[in-house]
């Protein structure tokens, strides 16, 4: 559909640097299709791998949300760590939202990114708007991990199955490695240890 332009801008001189202010489009690619790329992957391997890639695509933002909201509400004897620790984790998952989401385009599709659209689809349950003891909010993040990280050797098994290496690789080597990696800095602030006296010493 053409764009229209109001009778006032249209009457710009010719030379003018004016841009074309409160410009309307029609949507021009649907969510939840994908062009004709010749990347050598037939439609239905890229159909499948955009679906899948959203989805975890959508919890992995919603898992770099709730990484921000703990940083910010931590507290306690820990809190500095924690603080540091839970922000470190979300840029590395900001990191991986844009790889899905480019990995998403690269295939032709359409990468899901308002944050609305997000909450709509996204199986992650949502926290209180408040702040959770210190241990809950370290476990519902372990528990977001286990989420992500269980569809994403369902998703990147079935890519390869489907002759998708590239989305395979995405999932394994970085979203997978870095979703295992973080649940192991996390379950390691959930172990009871002593830090003075060895009650069996
Ligand atoms: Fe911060």
């Known amino acids: 559909m053409a764009i229209r332009r109001s009778a006032k801008t249209t009457r710009r001189p010719k030379q ?28 239905d391997a890229r159909m ?66 308002d944050p609305r659209h997000v909450a709509e689809i996204t199986v992650i349950p949502r926290p209180p708007d408040g702040a959770e003891e210190v241990p809950a909010m370290l476990s519902r993040l372990i528990e977001a991990h286990e989420t992500i990280l269980v569809a994403s050797h369902d998703a990147a098994r079935r890519a390869q199955e489907m002759g998708d290496d590239g989305t395979n690789d995405l999932l394994v ?19 009871d240890t002593p830090l003075v006296e060895a009650p069996e010493g």
């Not at 004016?18 to 439609?43: C, D, N, Y």
């Open 48 to 113: 499948y791998s955009c679906q899948r890639l959203n989805q975890i695509l959508a919890d992995t933002q919603i898992l770099y949300n709730l990484y921000k909201k703990h940083h910010w509400l931590m507290r306690g004897p820990t809190f500095y760590q924690l603080h540091l620790l839970l922000d470190k984790h979300a840029g590395e998952q900001l990191e991986l939202v844009d790889q899905l989401a480019e990995r998403v385009q690269t295939l032709g599709g359409v990468a899901i990114g």
């Open 16 to 43: 003018s640097s004016q841009p074309w202010l409160h410009v309307k489009g029609a949507e021009i690619q649907e969510f939840g299709t994908v062009r004709m790329f010749p990347l050598g992957l037939s439609w």
């Open 173 to 191: 080597s970085d979203v997978i490695r870095t979703g295992e990696m973080q649940t192991w800095f996390l379950i390691e602030h959930l172990v």
